[in-house]
């Protein structure tokens, strides 16, 4: 639930089960008296659908868009016998219309854009609708109706019992109409969190009033709804007593403290995502006696009085993930032997485990990732009989694990130990009591030899022992065959030998392999890339980067037409980088810098047009900068030709990439002049960080390579934050255009080692986020623009063999920037740091206050950040990175 635990990951998502859905729906009709015949099979042929309702459900048809042809059988005279369609069995009218999206493409979650075809879509609901005048199941969720609002005329459907238009694509104000339908039981226009589908509600309610009159509610789920601008909200949820389950996560309310509670019906309440009046749990909650599940994850909540908790016996799930409870409520809690599930994931627990937790023998479910826990775990935990997932990773946890401590956990399906202190000693005999599933063992030291207890594990399906100290080859039992896998993440181990037998995979037609990640980066690889990979059609995400692979890349390797993220950089691979990987049109991250690859780039790339990130660097690749790279590829963000042998000219087609926010072609043999049309590079004109989402992935290893400071560094986390120019080496000519001096976002300029001549720009000083400047090694010209000394984050200068002349300003930023090679080979340069003093008359400019564009004095704040150093702006982007960071798994559930 929260991503930044490791078993967190989008990847170890529980996949959702439809019976529970299936049930509600019988139930619905069978309660509300309905003798009903669904699916064809259960149709028989003595009642036929009512002729103003046929035309009513065409017309509806004719206002969707239906991709997929789902509504394929909606043909013929007999609509109670079309998908999605239930009619009454004495009546024959309509009495059910289940358009739910149950289709879903399996990681939806790495390109949120990606459209998913299974989708009914359409920016109309036909009204014809409201001649369904029996209808009392309707449920259009996980479709696309692209920011329609909700239509009023569903207000009409009076018999509804129960509508669901969760994550639909609705925008606006929820239409108070909806308060008409005095039947209703169940309502949900929320965001369905368990479904990682890329389309949800954007809806708010800024008058609930509609929701008071729908006193047969049993159920009402608004999450997600902005409900900021209501008012009284649970003054109206108190006029629903027949509530049994209410959701309002990700809301945006301010929950009060109440004095009165009517609701007491209550069996689940999700309040999850929001904020309480007091960060102290709410008194009330102990009138819900019947409580069973609730959800009170990312509140802010702190609680240092533990009554509440003490008192609420019936509770079954508790989800108080994401707050700052400490190690004490965990105690308090423990007196709820009732409980089943607990998640205190996120919070400040600290210290050791208390030994209490042995106290839920019920207890199936403990997430207690993401904390400060250390010390040894507790020999209670490993009493837990009944437990089949247990999240510890991501604490300070130590000790030796062996054969003993699991022996009683015969249940377990999901264990995640990762990024603790932790060990695992077992012997090579051994055999688990358990069958698991999710292994996370990341960073727990399993090595030097491979586990061969996995050998006995016939269930996995994601695993990760990424830096598990593993020094050894993958044993041939352990083939991609030999178990379900959806995923294997054994990075930063050092493991040897070939692929070939890991990956061999002749078999593959007789067993489904759904393998979605392979991630294998920085091991000791050898051999070249098998063939049979290509086999693993279902893969999106493939790291086999810093490994010793050689050879070609196989041409089949562009059947894998789900990839997205595609890493193949630092290893010995040559050769021409393959036309067919035009094929992957999906692949969003495409590196593969630090190779051997030679030749021109394939002309087949330009149709990988969804790609963000393109990383060729420090190749031998001989090729003119392609213009489909500005013409085709507009989402790039990120574009890395270093070190190659790019020639000719920049040319103005690549100005037409908007979201580019990396730009190195350095140390290459490119010619002629910068083009003026840098100044559409817009991302870089944003202080803002772009776009990019996938570097936040607990597993997405570096993937961008950029020079700072005249130091290479590895962007990992917040790559979406760097903004950079960078052309040095190269043989450019001309003057520095005055349109760069717009990008105001730029961190990094380095037009070094090239042949530009003329002036540097004056109004160089707008480049106020600069940290590195390097224009060494060109002919430029003229004065030292004194506006220089107003980029207060500058780190890095360095302006030596020009021929500048004149006096060197001084002042603000630069004092500090005092290393006298930072100017030298200037012969016409005077004055401090160099040691000739200017002459008299010329002496060098003290700088008074610079004003900015808006005619404002900056001096007033500006002194106070300079006082900090270089230090300061580094400081900065990583608290900047750090609050995005946790606003981005913080809201991962709802976005
Ligand atoms: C339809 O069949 C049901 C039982 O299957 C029966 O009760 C009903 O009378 C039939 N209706 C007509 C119109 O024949
Ligand atoms: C939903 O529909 C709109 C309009 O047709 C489209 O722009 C958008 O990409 C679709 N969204 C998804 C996730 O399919
Ligand atoms: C409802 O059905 C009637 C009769 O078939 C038709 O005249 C009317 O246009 C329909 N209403 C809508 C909104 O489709
Ligand atoms: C509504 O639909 C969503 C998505 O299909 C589902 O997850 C949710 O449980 C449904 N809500 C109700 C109240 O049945
Ligand atoms: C409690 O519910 C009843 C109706 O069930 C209603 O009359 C009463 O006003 C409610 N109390 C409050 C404080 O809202
Ligand atoms: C909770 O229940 C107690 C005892 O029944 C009652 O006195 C109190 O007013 C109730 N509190 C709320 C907030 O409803
Ligand atoms: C609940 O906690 C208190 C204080 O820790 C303890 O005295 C009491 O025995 C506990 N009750 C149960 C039922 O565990
Ligand atoms: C565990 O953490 C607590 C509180 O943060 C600290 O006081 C204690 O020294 C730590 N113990 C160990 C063994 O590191
Ligand atoms: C730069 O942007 C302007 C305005 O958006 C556009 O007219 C122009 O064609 C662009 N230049 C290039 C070379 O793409």
Known sequence: MYPRNPMGHPYFLDTTSSLPFLLLFITILVASQIPFGCTRQAHSSNFTCIDSERQALLRLRDSLTDESNRLSSWIGEDCCSWDGISCHKITGHVVALDLRNTVQPALQIFDPSYHSTSCLAGQYLSPSLVNLTNIRYLDLSLNNFSGIRIPTFLGLLKDLRYLNLSDAGFVGEVPQHLGNLAHLRYLDIGFASSNYIPIDNNLTSNDVGWVAKLSSLETLSLSRVDLSGAQDVFRVINMLPLLKALDLEGCRLVVPHLLYVNF????????????????????????????????????????????????????????????????????????????????MSDNELQGSIPSEIGQFPQLTVLKLSNNRLNDTIPSSLWQLTKLQALYIGANALTGVLSEHHFAKLKELKRLDISLN????????????PFQLQHIGMGSVKIGPRFPNWLRKQKEIEKLNMANAGISDAIPSWFGVLSNDFRGIILSGNKLEGSLNSFISVAD??????QMLYLVLNHNHFTGSIPEDLCKLKTLEYLDLSNNHLSGRIPLCLGNLRNLRILHLGSNSLYGQIPGSLGNLGELIILQLSKNRFDGKLPPSMQNLKRLQSLDLGENRIADTIPAWIGERLSDLEFLTLQSNNFHGGISNTLCQLPYLQVLNLAHNDLSGSIPHCFKNFTAMESTEPGTFQYSNYTYHDPVLHNFKAGIELEYSKNMESVKSISLSGNNLVGEIPDEIMGLVGLQTLNLSKNHLNGRIPKNIGNLKQLETLDLSMNELSGEIPPSLSSIYSLSFLNLSYNKLSGPIPSGNQLQTLNDPSTYEGNIGLCGKPLLNSCPAGESPKENGPVLDDKGHTESDFSWFYAGFGPGFSVGAVGVVGILQFKQSWRYALFK
């Open 264 to 343: 007491t019906s209550l069996s689940s309440l999700k309040l999850s995502f929001n904020q309480f009046l007091n960060p102290t749990l709410p008194p009330w909650l102990r009138n819900l006696t019947r409580l069973q599940d609730l959800g009170l994850g990312a509140n802010n909540l702190d609680d240092k009085v533990h009554d509440t908790f003490r008192q609420m016996t019936s509770l079954v799930n508790l989800d108080l993930g994401g707050n700052h409870f400490d190690t004490s409520t965990l105690r308090s809690i423990c007196n709820i032997s009732s409980l089943t599930s607990l998640d």
């Open 421 to 432: 202190l932790l060990s695992l000693h077992v012997s090579s005999s051994w055999v688990p």
């Open 508 to 513: 593959v037609d007789k067993k489904v392999v």
